[in-house]
């Protein structure tokens, strides 16, 4: 069973990074046909696609909307891909959370449970 733990801080001052790391368990991050996906929701909204990193770590795609300010990386040695997101403002205030997506598809199969980001001073 493929489980995906999201972890980092939940809050973070406006203009400060956001970083947070996605731990996958049952299953290798460089499988063949998968790849990594951030998503977040806003109080009171929708979900939306942030970006995602391939299986073999060589190539990225983000959401136009927020590529300038988007980073999404993996370590291998820890099974863990991790979204780092520049310039935070109130806005970005959400939860975050990682799944996976199967290659081929716009299946995202498995999803951690999220995790609550605020952005205050």
């Known amino acids: 069973q493929v489980q995906l733990q999201e972890s980092g801080p939940g809050l973070v001052k406006p203009a400060q990074t956001l970083s947070l790391a996605c731990t996958v368990s049952?299953?290798?991050?460089?499988?063949?046909?998968?790849?990594w996906n951030w998503i977040r929701q806003p109080p009171g909204k929708g979900l939306e696609w942030m970006g995602y990193i391939n299986y073999r770590g060589d190539d990225t795609s983000y959401n136009p909307s927020l590529k300038s300010r988007t980073s999404i990386s993996r370590d291998t040695s820890k099974n863990q891909f991790s979204i780092q997101l520049n310039s935070v403002t109130p806005d970005d205030t959400a939860v975050y959370y990682c799944?996976?997506?199967?290659?081929?598809?716009?299946?995202?199969?498995?999803w951690g449970k999220g995790t609550q980001v605020t952005v205050s001073s």
């Open positions: 049952g299953g290798s991050i460089t499988s063949n046909n998968y790849y």
């Open positions: 799944a996976r997506g199967v290659v081929g598809t716009d299946e995202m199969d498995y």
